[in-house]
Each structure stands twice: as C-alpha cells, then as structure tokens.
C-alpha cells in the first residue's frame, strides 16, 4: 500500500534511476527497523 502511494506520488519522476533506487531501497527495509522512519518520511512528503 505505501509503494504504491509512493510510485502514484512520484510516478513523474525524471530521474528513473533514482526512482528505481528508491523504491529497491524501501523493498530491502520493509522488514527491517529502518523501515518505520523511512515511510512515515515519505508519508509526509506525499
């Protein structure tokens, strides 16, 4: 549900390469600790 907030939120990214980074990045801590910072981050961003 937040990756796809996050890619609707972003989806016009220039930078694919950034954005691809990101979204691995996000997928590699979603089970990890690191992972409730980083999306309540985006979340207030979005």
Same mark, same amino acid.
């Given at each position: &549900?937040? #990756? =796809? ?5 972003? =989806?016009?990214?220039?930078? =694919?390469? *950034?954005? &691809?980074? #990101?979204? %691995? /990045? *996000? ?8 992972? !409730?910072?980083?999306? %309540? /981050?985006?979340? !207030?961003?979005?």
């Amino acid at each position: &549900k937040i #990756l =796809s907030t996050f890619k609707q939120q972003y =989806s016009n990214f220039s930078d =694919s390469e *950034m954005y &691809k980074r #990101l979204i %691995s /990045h *996000m997928r590699s801590k979603i089970s990890t600790d690191d992972a !409730v910072p980083c999306r %309540s /981050h985006f979340i !207030v961003e979005a």
